[in-house]
């Protein structure tokens, strides 16, 4: 996977756009949740998402491991 284009791509690209498919998901917790499915394509988009804690401010909770997941990544970010 390191070999596609896509992953030449600014890290802050890829940022705003899991921030984009995280934005569009919202009627159902479900569908809140699908943009983590993108840490999980391959080890650089895994990478890029835990770096960004902006991704991570909006927090579903539906287990107390989830919920210290997301506070633990939001870091520093205004929850």
């Known amino acids: 996977n390191s070999t ?18 995280r934005d569009t998901n919202r009627s159902t917790w479900s569908r809140r949740m699908v943009w983590i499915w993108l840490t999980h394509v391959c080890h650089y988009w895994r990478a890029v998402a835990l770096s960004a804690p902006s991704l991570w401010d909006e927090i ?9 997941t997301f506070i633990r990544r939001s870091r520093s970010t205004v929850l």
């Open 60 to 68: 579903v909770v539906t287990s107390l491991p989830l919920l210290q």
């Open 4 to 21: 596609l284009p896509v992953n030449g791509l600014p890290h802050e690209l890829l940022v705003d756009i899991f921030r984009i498919v």
